[in-house]
């Protein structure tokens, strides 16, 4: 498990938004799948510590943080059509408009960004990692990426 540690952490530090707390969780959540590593009858060791990482995080950000978890609806954002952003245009923005829109994200939806576009995961694999249908993370990566691209539309206008 060790060779997916830099997996696991990037995935921590997206969901709960902070370094530290990040290495508190990817640190459970070893101890997690240490403990329960004997329940683990698959081929795919990465996905399987990452949902145990996922599951981490999101208990402690339960107890750390239960605001965060809630995900309002924002009528502009949540109908119609969403166009998807290109990746080769996220790619050449500056760093620092990307991570902050980033963490602008709800939790549910930065996951789902960061498991497809950082982690390679396909729509499958982040359906059961997350326990969720695909609709439900085709779903939650269109409207991330529309949040995303009118995030950094946003901040481009600001500066």
């Known amino acids: 498990m060790l060779p997916h540690l830099d997996a696991a952490y990037n ?3 997206w969901l709960t938004g902070n370094d530290t707390d990040a290495e508190d969780v990817v640190q459970e959540a070893y101890l997690r ?3 329960f590593f ?3 009858h698959g081929d795919n060791s990465r ?3 990452l949902k145990v990482v996922r599951n981490a995080c999101y208990t402690w950000l339960q107890h750390n943080r239960a605001h965060a978890l809630t995900i309002e609806f924002d009528e502009q954002l ?3 059509e969403s ?4 990746l080769l245009v996220l790619a050449n923005l500056n760093t620092h408009w ?3 829109a980033l963490e602008a994200l709800p939790p549910e939806f930065r996951e789902a960004v960061i498991l497809r576009e950082l982690e390679g995961f396909s729509y499958k694999e982040i359906a059961s990692l997350a326990e969720v249908p695909v609709g439900t993370v085709m779903s ?3 409207r991330a990426r529309k949040r995303l691209q009118q995030c950094l539309a946003d901040d481009k206008k600001e500066s």
């Open 11 to 13: 995935l921590a530090r």
């Open 33 to 35: 799948a240490f403990k």
């Open 38 to 40: 004997a329940g683990f």
């Open 47 to 49: 996905a399987w510590l």
């Open 78 to 80: 949540h109908s119609g």
């Open 83 to 86: 166009e998807t952003p290109e």
């Open 98 to 100: 990307l991570k902050h």
């Open 140 to 142: 939650r990566l269109a």
